[in-house]
Each structure stands twice: as C-alpha cells, then as structure tokens.
C-alpha cells in the first residue's frame, strides 16, 4: 500500500462508458476505434492507490466506481504566450482610425 | 430498479425518460406523423414576456447594457463606400450572473424544476449553458449535473472547454467530462433516470422562452435609446436556439422589420463526431457543424420536439472564419475597452461586415457577448490550435481551410461573410421531411405546417414535394 490516497481526498476517477465495439452506429472510423470514456471528480470513499478501482462521492451525491487517475485534480489551461502578430493588431487598427475625424 | 443499462436498451427508452425528465407531453401537440403545433408547444410556457422577465430578475438575469461600438462603426465606415456604414450596437451579455445569454436560456428551466418540486437539473452542454444551469441552480438551490464532450482519445482537451468545465464546478455543479462521441446522450439518459433531475435541455419551450426576453429588450432598448427598431440584428447561430428566442422577442417587442441574420464560423469539412477533428477547432458553439445540421432538421436534438426552429426566423445566413473572429475579439477589446470571449464576437465580425453595406442612418445589433478568461481566449485558443498542428498565419482570411489552418487579416478590409442561401437550407430541410415520410402523401395542413417551418411559400414547398414524388391529398 503506497497510500496514494486517503479517505475523503478530493480525486478525479475515469470510466469506459462503452467499449468499442458498443459504441453508436455510424460513429466516424477514428472515434469507432476507441472506447467512449468518462472523468469525473468526486470525495474517495477508502484509502486506495493510483490505478485501484475505488468509488467516489460527487458533490451531488451520487456514488461512482472507476480507476483512480488523480489526487487534487488541478486546471492547468492558462492564456499562454501571445501568438506572433498578436501585439501588433492593435496599433495597426489605431493607425487606420487616426485620419477618421 | 435494476434497469437494463445497455446503449441499445436505454436508447429504446429515450422517450419514457425524456417525458418525465422534460415535464412535457410532446404528443399533445402533434397534428400528424409529420406536422406539429409549434405556437401550442411554446405555449406550455405559460408565462407572459412581463413574468419571464421578472422570473429571471430575481437571479440577477437579464437588462444588460446595449452599447453602441463608436470606434468600430468609424472603422467599418473608413472602408464602406460613401453614405454606407451602419451604426453598431452589441448588447453586452456577458455581465449576466455568469457571462453569457445563456443564464437567460437557464432561467426558467431551473426555475420550474424548483416549482415542480425537482431535486436538481442535468444539462448535456460543452458550452456556457452549463455555467448559467449551474449558476442558476446554485441561486435556486437545486443539485446540477453538467454533461461535457471535452477530451480525445489522447485525453487531451480544448482548453476553451476546461474552461467551461472548471465555471460549472465553480458553481457546484458536477462535471461529467466524456470523450468524443454522440453517445453523450445516452450517458445523459443514463444520469436522468439514475437520478430523477430535471432535463434543463437547450431545446425545450421554456430554454427557448428565456431567450425572448433578449430580444424583447434589444427591440426596447434601441427604440427608447434611438427612437427607431434597429434596422438589423445579428444572431450567432449554431443550435438555433439564438436566433429562434432572440426573433421571437423582437416581434413581441414591435420590431416586425428588423432583419434577422445569422452568424456562425465556417467550420466547413470537420466531422463533429470524429475523434481526429474534435481538437482542430478552435470554436465549439456558433459554428456551422451545429448550424447546418440543426436548421435542415431541428430534430435531432436532446427533446421530442425541439423549439429552438432558425429556418422559421432567418433572414439571412453568413459565415465568417475562426482567425477573422480572434482578430475581431482583439478589436473589441483594444478600440472599445470590452475583452469579451471570442465565440461571442462570431455576429460582431459579420456585423462588421454587413454594416458596411447598411446606410450611415440605420443601427445595426449584435445581440450577445460572453466572458473571456484563461482557456477561454484567443491567445490560449490560438497556442492550442498551433500545438494540434494548425497553421497559423497573417492574411487573407478566405484561403482559412478549417482544421488546417487559421488565418488571422492583416488589415480590417479583409475581414468577409460568406453567403449560405437559405433556399439550400429549405430545400435540404425539406429533403429530410419527405426522408421521415410514412407514404407518398402529405394534407394541406402539412403543407402549411412545412411552409413555416421553412419560412417560404406554398409554391416553393409544393414544388419541391411533386420534384420528390409527393402528392397533395386531403387524407
């Protein structure tokens, strides 16, 4: 037991929905070969390590098995880097407003 | 209980489910196999414009500002020919409880759910529905499940959608994140009948109700502020739920003549399904893989009968491209002080263009803006794009092939609509109502009902019914 995890920990768990050959007819080739798979967070009901099979309570209550894939669940997306050009939009467009009355 | 949970056998019981997720019979307004009561559908409302706006003052929706966008008129006016550059209007949506107008399309959803005595609300949305249902159910105090398609097969996500799914977690809301696929909705079926929750679906009569109080007051606000209806209003267009709400308030508002015209970025060539495509986007609301398919047959949606009907409303649809929008996002926010979200601007950049062809006399409204914020912002979409293998480059946004490429103007005179001629929609929009025919007959009453949902007349519908081998009889 590595102890990856407590009870009570707020954790992220993930799910196959459908394997792939469940999956809707009519699926596009490239999605038809994957399964259909599904995230979601909730509070670990029991100690358990990354990859153990546990169950979870969501912040509605409903109780939830999957594999344990994260502890702390963070949001990583930001603005990032200004994409080349970016800066220079702006004083262009000022530029062609100036000889508007 | 122990319900068959197989996606054959939940899909079999869509329509039970539905029924009492929804609270609407659907069968009530059906006339035929074909034709249904739309106006006796909108009616199970029950409330007047007057008590939907209070409903939705009470959670702080709704009477946001319309602003006029000075500098970008005088812009649009440096390059219109003489005498041509309409006024701009935008009506700042975004500073609803939780930036967008879809609080409006919340509103009354999770209000009846409260009234009926619901324990909570689901809605299948990867858009900013899913912040306003978690908003308002927070407000109303219900439990709220939001159902997202976010990541690929790699795991890997938009970052606009993480976005959306942290908002809706902000609120409380439980965020089912689903990889790609339409199956979305039986996993939505699944949680409706596990949990009891009330469908806050996009396309029942009252989604579609709350969005009449936007246009009630874009009719209002101009005609007080200006004296005048506005000349035009353009819509963002993907479901057609926009354009359906937003027309319906102008007529009740007294705005008849205003034209209404859709919007949606050109995403001509992706698969909306496919697994590949799904991160070589940069848009994923307003754009024609949901337009398209949603006004030549509105239902296909997540209700019997969807009220959100664009091709009853539209005067005229345009496409822009996704670089043309970022450029436009950028604009709005260095000559007018907005920073506003970028799938908002979708109708501010055709507005742009449209107002060029307008007289200096005439105001023209972009309905909505929405919030912007990490994720959720050309810079991160942008980055994004260029890391899933998009070429990204400065010039003529015509040559933008979406999925590979997205090409932000180099100067304002580039920035263009394309034309979609709504008689390709009717004509498509009738080629699947004669595919969901029992037999080879349609009655009168058909044919007026395929004559609204249209938009068109008795000629051009009768025409293309004998084209495709269908008689008028009275049975």
């Known amino acids: 037991m590595r102890g990856d995890a407590k009870k009570g920990d707020w954790v992220q768990i993930s799910q196959v929905v459908l394997e792939q050959g469940q999956r809707a007819p009519n699926l596009p080739e490239d999605t038809a070969k994957t399964p259909l798979t599904l995230l979601v967070k909730g509070f670990l009901m029991d100690d358990a390590n990354l990859g153990d099979t546990v169950t979870i309570t969501t912040v509605v209550g409903r109780t939830v098995t999957g594999k344990l894939v994260t502890v702390d669940p963070s949001y990583d997306h930001s603005f990032g880097a200004p994409p080349k050009g970016f800066m220079s939009i702006s004083s262009k467009l000022r530029e062609i407003l100036q000889d508007v009355r | ?8 056998s939940v899909m079999s019981r869509s329509g039970q489910i539905l029924k009492k997720a929804v609270g609407i019979n659907y069968d009530d307004f059906r006339i035929s196999s ?12 029950g409330y007047t414009i007057g008590e939907i706006q209070r409903i939705q003052l009470e959670t702080g929706v709704g009477q946001t500002p319309l602003l006029e966008l000075r500098n970008i008129t005088k812009l649009a006016r440096k390059l219109a020919p003489k005498g041509k550059g309409a006024r701009i209007f935008v009506k700042d949506e975004a500073v609803n409880p939780s930036g967008s107008f879809k609080d409006r399309r919340a509103a009354l959803s999770v209000y009846v759910a409260k ?19 978690a908003s308002q159910a927070a407000m109303r105090g219900l439990k709220c499940i939001v159902v997202q398609e976010v990541f690929d097969s790699r795991g890997i996500g938009q970052p606009e959608i993480i976005e959306k799914s942290r908002k809706c977690e902000a609120y409380g809301a439980e965020v089912i994140q689903l990889s790609v696929g339409p199956e979305l909705f039986y996993v939505f079926l699944c949680l409706l009948e596990e949990t009891g929750f009330l469908s806050a679906s996009l396309y029942t009569p009252f989604a579609i109700a709350g969005i009449e109080t936007l246009g009630f007051e874009v009719g209002t606000q101009v005609m007080n502020q200006e004296g ?19 027309t319906r308030g102008l007529l009740k508002a007294g705005c008849p003549d205003s034209k209404i015209i859709a919007a949606s970025v050109d995403l001509t060539g992706l698969h909306m399904a496919s697994d590949h495509d799904f991160n070589r986007k940069s848009f994923t609301t307003a754009h024609t893989g949901f337009a398209v398919p949603f006004s030549t047959w509105p239902d296909r949606s997540d209700v019997p009968l969807n009220a959100a009907r664009s091709l009853r409303y539209m005067d005229r649809f345009v496409t822009v491209k996704q670089g043309t929008v970022f450029y436009m996002t950028e604009m709005l926010a260095q000559l007018e002080g907005l920073e506003r979200g970028p799938a908002g601007n979708t109708s501010l950049a055709a507005a742009f263009v449209i107002a060029q062809e307008m007289d200096r006399d005439e105001i023209l409204v972009v309905q909505e803006t929405e919030y912007t914020g990490a994720g959720k912002h050309p810079w991160a979409q942008l980055n994004f794009a260029a890391e899933n293998g998009i070429d990204i480059r400065y010039g003529d946004p015509k040559e933008e092939v ?15 609509v394309s034309e979609i001629p709504l008689e390709n929609l009717q004509r498509s929009y009738l080629r699947s109502a004669v595919a969901k025919l029992p037999g080879k007959t349609v009655t009168e009453a058909d044919l007026d009902y395929l004559v609204y949902e249209t938009k068109s007349s008795r000629r ?7 084209e495709s081998g269908i008689s008028i009889g009275s049975k």
């Open chain 2, 228 to 246: 005048v209806p506005p000349s035009a209003v353009v819509i963002a267009h993907a479901g057609g739920g926009n354009v359906t709400g937003t």
């Open chain 2, 34 to 45: 074909l034709a249904f009561d739309y106006e006796k559908m909108m009616g199970e409302v």
């Open chain 2, 1 to 8: 209980m122990s319900a068959d949970l197989s996606y054959t």
């Open chain 2, 115 to 133: 009234r009926k005595g619901y324990p909570g609300v689901i809605a299948a949305t990867s858009g900013n529905y899913g912040a306003a249902v």
């Open chain 2, 402 to 416: 979406a999925g590979k490429s997205i090409i932000i103007p180099e100067h304002p005179r580039q920035i263009q």
């Open chain 2, 460 to 466: 051009f519908v009768g025409k293309i019914l004998v």
